[in-house]
Structures are given as C-alpha cells and as structure tokens.
C-alpha cells in the first residue's frame, strides 16, 4: 500500500535551518509533484511548495526566499529546507502527494512532523 | 493569493444531524475546490475534489455542490466517526490555499 514515511528534527533553533525528509512507499513516486504543507498549532493548512520528479519547483510567494525542495529520485525521497526559521515557523509539517481528479488535490499525506522552533 | 473562508468556524451537532458547512472564495475559482477531513493527531483526508466529486472509499452521506465562489459540503446524516475538522482547498491558483476549518463537535 502506498505510504509517505517522514523524519528530521524536531527541535530547531532560531535562525537556523529545518530540514525534513519525505520517502515514498509502495507506489509510484515519478510522474507525480510532491509538496510540503504546514500546519500551526491550534490553525489551518499553509501550502509551502511542490517539486515534480524532474525537479522542477514552485512555491509559496510568502516563503520562497527560505524554501528549498530537493529529492533523491534513487531512494524515492524528496526534502525540505526552510532557512532562517523562528518561532512562527513552529507547526506540523507534512508531505503530500499532488494528484489531479480533474483538478489539483492532495491525495496521499505523510503523517505529519511536528518542529518546534526554540532556543 | 486567494483567500478562503468558512462558515461556521465551529458547529455542535448530533448523530443523524444533517450538518452543512460553507466555504467562500474571495474570487471565481470555477470548481477548482477539494474539500478535506482532519481528526486530531492525523493528517487530512481528501473527501470531494472538483466541488462535487466524491473521492473512492469516502461514504455517499458526504457530498458537495458549488462554483464560482462560493460552495457547501454537506453531511447527510451525521455519524460518531465525522466529528473531526474540516477544510476547503482551492487549486485555481498555482499558490494554493485552505480555508481556516470547521470543527464539527458534539452537541
């Protein structure tokens, strides 16, 4: 059954830069985007970005001068690095999967990372 | 960026209630809309896509209807396992946006 399995840090200091890891289980990772989502605590759904299995990225215009997505399509893992973090950067952080029913939807998530930024 | 919202933020409800939440878009996003299911300590679960389109394995107590702007996702009747958060999606735009949610809770 497909799966998106995550790990990274769950504690990161002020200033200093996330990094989180995506693996694909199970399916299919070419011919799809794959994107990062966050989620404060206690609030809604923020999309960060996607990047295709060529590489190719886009993202959010609120947060694209610290965003970085990469991926190993050898290991079928993508990553993210979220630079000059603070404490609103602080939320559950989850891969998904881009998928289009006739529109753009995120069909498949991982199961969320929880990063708290704090000295 | 298109800015989603929802009504109510929070609905109490019961069991076999028929619960109806809105989501509005601040501009015509056609039915580029997804709605999602989130319980706590999970991740979100994909329930309708294009507005009206039920995705495989979600019961047929859930749908959804509208265009343009704004839109519903009503629960038919309402069971012990729907009491959970709510969003809507846009994919219109290539910066996509949820709205804020709805938390169903017992009455």
């Known amino acids: 059954q497909e799966q998106l399995q995550q790990w990274g840090a769950g504690l990161v200091k002020p200033s200093e830069t996330l990094s989180l890891n995506c693996a694909v289980y199970?399916?299919?990772?070419?011919?799809?985007?794959w994107s990062w989502i966050r989620q404060p605590p206690g609030k809604g759904l923020e999309w960060i970005g996607e990047?295709?299995?060529?590489?190719?990225?886009n993202y959010n215009p609120s947060l694209k001068s610290r965003v970085a997505m990469s991926l190993d399509t050898s290991k079928n893992q993508l990553s993210l690095n979220l630079g000059s973090v603070t404490a609103a950067d602080t939320a559950v952080y989850y891969c998904?999967?881009?998928?289009?029913?006739?529109?753009?939807?995120?069909?498949?998530w991982g199961r969320g990372t929880l990063v708290t930024v704090s000295s | 960026d298109i800015q989603m919202t929802q009504s109510p933020s929070t609905l109490s409800a019961s069991v076999g209630d028929r619960v109806t939440i809105t989501c509005r878009a601040s501009?015509?996003?056609?039915?580029?809309l997804n709605w999602y299911q989130q319980k706590p300590g999970e991740a979100p679960k994909l329930l309708i896509y294009?507005?009206?389109s039920l995705q495989s394995g979600v019961p047929s107590r859930f749908s959804g209807s509208g265009s343009g702007t704004d839109f519903t996702l009503t629960i038919s009747s309402l069971q012990s396992e729907d009491f959970a958060t709510y969003f809507c999606?846009?994919?219109?735009?290539?910066?996509?946006?949820f709205g804020p949610g709805t938390k169903v809770d017992i009455k």
């Open positions: 294009a507005a009206s």
């Open positions: 999606q846009q994919s219109y735009s290539s910066t996509f946006t």
């Open positions: 990047i295709d299995h060529s590489g190719s990225t």
């Open positions: 998904a999967r881009r998928y289009v029913h006739i529109v753009v939807t995120f069909d498949l």
């Open positions: 199970g399916g299919s990772f070419s011919g799809y985007y």
């Open positions: 501009q015509s996003i056609n039915i580029f």
